[in-house]
C-alpha cells in the first residue's frame, strides 16, 4: 500500500468527512468567483445603458426645444405680439442645454458627437435662414412678406431637416 492510502486508512472519522467536504468548497468558491464576475459585467452593462438612456433623454429634450422654437416663432408671426418671442428664447436656451448635457455623456462617442454637432449647426442654421429674417419681416410689419417667406419652403426644408438628423441620431443610439 502507498503511504497515502495508509494515511486514509488511519486518519479518523471527522479527518475523512472534513476531506469529502474539501471538493464541495472548493467548487462552491469557484462558483462564487464566476457570480462575481458576471455580477460586474451586468453592473458594468447597466451603466452604459444608463448612459445611454441619459442621452436619448437629452436629445429627446433637445428634439422638443426645437420644436418649440418653431412654434414659438409662428406664433410671433401670426400676432406680432413681442411676449412671443419669450418662449423662443426659453427654447433656444433648453436646447442649448440639452445639447451641451448630451455631449457631455457622449465622450468619445465620435459619431454621435458628429450627429450632435450637425443638429446644433442646423439649429444655427434655422435661426440666421428662418428665425432672424421672419423676426425682422414681422417686426417691420410685413405680415404678407412672412406669409410669402413661409410659403417659399425655407422654414420647412430647415425643420424637415433637423427632424431626421433627430431621427438618425436616435436611431443609432437605439442601436447602440
Known sequence: MTRLAEW??????????????????VLLLLISAVVLVQVARIEREEEVFADADRVENEVER????FMDRTNALRDYAITGQEVALEPLAQADQRLGESLDAARDLLQ???AQLRRLDAIGATAELWTR???????TMRRGGGLDQVAAFYRSGTA???VEEARRQFEEFDREQTRI
Do not use: E, H, M, W
Not at 8 to 25: E, H, Q, W
Not at 129 to 135: I, K, R, S
Open 156 to 158: 420647412r426644408q430647415r
Open 62 to 65: 433637445a428634439a422638443l426645444a
Open 8 to 25: 486514509y486508512r488511519d486518519a479518523s472519522i471527522r479527518t475523512k468527512v472534513l476531506l469529502g467536504f474539501v471538493p464541495v468548497l
Open 108 to 110: 468619445g462617442d465620435t
Open 129 to 135: 435662414t428662418v428665425a432672424d429674417p421672419v423676426t
